[in-house]
Each structure stands twice: as C-alpha cells, then as structure tokens.
Nanobody, 126 residues
Framework: QSQLVESGGGLVQPGGSLRLSCTAS????????IGWFRQAPGKEREGVVC????????IYADSVKGRFTISRDNAKNTASLQMNSLKPEDTAVYYC???????????????????WGQGTQVTVSS
C-alpha cells in the first residue's frame, strides 16, 4: 500500500488551473521537506518545487516560478500544489515525494527524496 497518494490531476486547457494534493499515511510529514516532481514521456524526472518541513522555505524550478505555488498543512499531513496559467509543456505525470531531511536544497533532485507517490497525470491541451 502506497504511503503517499497524489490526487487532483486531469485534463485542462492552456491557461487553466489545477490543484494537486498529496496525502501521507503511516508516517508524519511534519519533519521532512516535500517535493513535487514531474515526468513527461521520454524525459527525465524533473524537480518542480520543494517546501521545507515548516513551510518557511520554498524552491521553485524556473519553468514554474510565478505560476505554481506549493503549500503544506502539517496538521492534516498533506501538501498541495496550485498550478495556474498552465501550458502544454506542463503536461506530465506529477509525483510528490518526501525528502530525506527537513530542508530544501538549491537544486531539486530525485536522489534527495526517499518516499514517492504513484503519480497523477496532468494534461494541458485544447
């Protein structure tokens, strides 16, 4: 049984918005950084954003700055990714992941994350 579950993906037109959620079970998120990644067909998994354990520090990939916003609710053991002004190039499977530590590195890389969800598909198309 997966310990992280993403939801909220779907099909949206360019310029539209989606909100992804990540819910953890069987462990507590509050002590760890959380990252969102995405992987398009034929491409490597890309780090999109990281939020530190308390939410005080966030790191965004240049490709999503100003359009995506990460948040977390440690009391509810969840994290969210608000995606606005979506573009066709945002199409990918999106994954949430739990970091090995409490902070975010300058570069969001998969090797720094220990637990992964199963992913949710986001398709931006007219």
């Amino acid at each position: 049984q997966s310990q992280l579950v993403e939801s909220g993906g779907g099909l949206v037109q360019p310029g539209g918005s989606l909100r992804l959620s990540c819910t953890a079970s069987r462990f507590t998120l509050a002590s760890y950084a959380i990252g969102w990644f995405r992987q398009a067909p034929g491409k490597e998994r890309e780090g999109v954003v990281c939020i530190s354990h308390g939410g005080g520090n966030t790191i965004y990939a240049d490709s999503v700055k100003g359009r995506f916003t990460i948040s977390r609710d440690n009391a509810k053991n969840t994290a969210s990714l608000q995606m606005n002004s979506l573009k066709p190039e945002d199409t990918a499977v999106y994954y949430c992941a739990v970091g090995a530590g409490y902070g975010c590195e300058r570069t969001i890389v998969p090797s720094a994350y220990n637990y992964w969800g199963q992913g949710t598909q986001v398709t931006v198309s007219s």
